[in-house]
């Protein structure tokens, strides 16, 4: 037999105990017997939460090295994030990184960093905290003041 052959038969035979379990799109793990082998492919989850990026995100880099790396989600229109100021030290380097729910722009004012959101997927910014004292970041189209940025 053929080594190709023998692969699609090994296939063939794993396959045939995989049955859909018809809710979620993953599979079970079958010992009954089957009159016809089942296959089927799992589907994508009918929705993903904000928190956890998906295939059709954009593809992130690391942060810079040494970077301080702030964070918030937006989901239904409210902001979590665990300082509403953060600290960093000036001439550092701030990896801002921001997931919302919804499509808009992070604005980092006085710096004039924009960054366009995509629904669920992380969006970053990266500089350089050389403007000393407070600066705000905001998801602008909506108005929403995500944190301060405070470089000192």
Request: with cysteine; glycine share 8%.
């Amino acid at each position: 037999m053929r080594p190709t052959a023998a692969l699609a038969l090994i296939a063939a035979l794993a396959l045939t105990g995989c049955q859909n379990n018809g809710g979620d799109g993953s599979t079970v793990e079958s010992n009954s017997p089957s009159t016809v082998p089942t296959t089927t492919l799992a589907t994508t989850p009918a929705s993903t939460p904000a928190s956890t990026p998906s295939s059709s995100c954009p593809a992130t880099t690391p942060p810079p090295a040494g970077a301080t790396v702030v964070t918030a989600t937006v989901a239904g229109g409210k902001v979590t994030t665990a300082h509403q100021q953060w600290s960093v030290k000036l001439g550092s380097a701030v990896r801002i990184a921001v997931t919302a729910d919804v499509a808009d722009e992070v604005h980092v004012h006085s710096y004039d960093k924009k960054q366009d959101t995509v629904p669920g997927c992380p969006t970053s910014i990266d500089l350089t905290a050389n403007i000393g004292g407070s600066v705000e970041v905001e998801l602008e189209d909506a108005g929403l003041h995500l944190f301060d940025l405070k470089a000192s």
